[in-house]
């Protein structure tokens, strides 16, 4: 049966475009005190467990999380310009990104209870980040075909087995990592997975660093040898986990990030051009940021449908879709309206690092395949 799905235009309200002007001046201080620059490429520019403090201390992680928990019970819209001035000034907030976008609405909504109890409020904290276990060396971008086993032990599972193009796994204090717990059957393929919270401290889980083409370490290898997890850990149904696995992506896929990754080569052209851009700049400038203004449009129809109580699946799929296309083709499309001149080392650097990362920009969150598989689905097309 087919699902229908919409995009209805959303208006922030007054409490929302307080806040982002709140965010905004937050950050000009922060870039003044040079703890951070908005133009860095540097290896380990966006991971700070340092300015993850000082944003969970305004109170800007965990903005939608119960009160009960140590949450500020803001709304998705709050959330959603925090998100954007944090994004469009390249702030370091890779510590607690994670975290907060889908590790912690994911246990609020599955976990037991001990676990919301001790692991949400270092969350809030910025004392927690996140890795998320999903793909493997051999099942590609199918993420049901995971084979690493959690095999029952006295009190838990014993995990066995590898997960691949993990990031940040080397230097994550949790995983939500999803594992085969019983074989799937000929009815239903996705049936025997389970996700469970890992301390990444635990015995028996190791790392292997994977460099990638801007010579950063963000992917690893992670090997999971005999690691013991209490099943106080697992997240939703045992051998259920579809369920629970497609929120975690919805959550993964709907934000501004999916759209605002080499949003700096955009800005460095607008720079470069000056006021007074020659008419072929202007007119490709004025195609790129209408591309830009699109998405961004469905994206806060997202944040909207989540404060709603939704889970927009489908749309989270859309938005991934287009945004990592557009911002996957952007700093060629870019170089092509205005090349770098002679001496702009600024845009030629940050031209340079996004052209390098563009590749990956499909891939990561789900490929453009997948995505157009539940888009299909959403259509009734499959």
């Keep these: ?34 703890t951070f620059s908005p133009l860095s490429t540097g290896r380990e520019s966006s991971w700070s467990p340092e300015f993850s403090r000082k944003v969970a201390e305004r109170g800007w992680i965990g903005m939608t999380f119960p009160t009960e928990y140590g949450g500020h019970g803001r709304t998705h819209l709050e959330r959603y310009v925090m998100i954007e001035e944090m994004l469009a000034h390249r702030a370091p907030i890779s510590f607690h990104w994670v975290a907060d976008r889908q590790s912690g609405p994911v246990i609020l909504r599955y976990g037991q209870e001990e676990v919301r109890r001790e692991i949400i409020p ?3 904290a910025g004392e927690a980040s996140f890795a998320i276990g999903l793909s493997e060396p051999n099942s590609g971008s199918d993420v ?11 009190g838990g599972y014993l995990l066995n087995g590898t997960k691949i193009w993990t990031s940040n ?55 999971f040898q005999d690691a013991f997890i209490p099943e106080v850990n697992m997240i939703g149904e045992k051998d259920m986990s579809y369920a629970t696995a497609s929120a975690e992506l919805a959550y993964e896929r709907a934000g501004p990030d ?35 203004k699109a998405l961004r449009r469905m994206s806060l129809s997202i944040a909207g449908m989540l404060q709603g109580g939704k889970t927009p699946n489908v749309e989270a799929a859309v938005v991934k879709d ?23 080392e600024s845009y030629a650097a940050v ?22 598989g539940i888009i299909a689905r959403g259509l009734g097309l499959r």
């Design 1 to 34: 049966m087919p699902v229908s799905f919409r995009f209805d235009p959303v208006d922030l309200p007054p409490e929302a475009k307080a806040l982002r002007l709140e965010v905004r001046e937050f950050l000009r201080e922060e870039i003044a005190k040079g």
């Design 322 to 344: 287009l945004g990592t296309n557009w911002e996957q083709a952007l700093p060629g499309r870019v170089r092509h309206l205005l090349p770098p001149a002679e001496g702009d």
């Design 258 to 292: 999916r759209f605002l990754e080499t949003l700096s080569t955009l800005t460095e052209l607008v720079r470069s051009a000056g006021p007074e851009p020659g008419e072929r700049v202007a007119e490709g400038l004025g195609r790129e940021i209408a591309h830009l």
């Design 144 to 154: 049901f075909a995971a084979s690493v086993k959690a095999t029952p032990a006295q």
């Design 351 to 372: 031209m340079r690092f996004n052209t390098l990362i563009a590749p990956k920009l499909t891939i990561q969150g789900g490929t453009r395949e997948v995505l157009r």
């Design 122 to 124: 270092k969350i809030i």
């Design 169 to 223: 796994a080397h230097r994550a204090t949790h995983m939500i990592g999803l594992f085969r717990t019983s074989p799937p059957t000929k009815e239903n393929r996705r049936f025997g997975l389970t996700q469970f919270v890992v301390d990444m401290k635990t015995p028996g889980i190791s790392t292997r660093p994977i460099i990638n083409l801007a010579g950063r370490h963000e992917f690893n290898e992670v090997l």
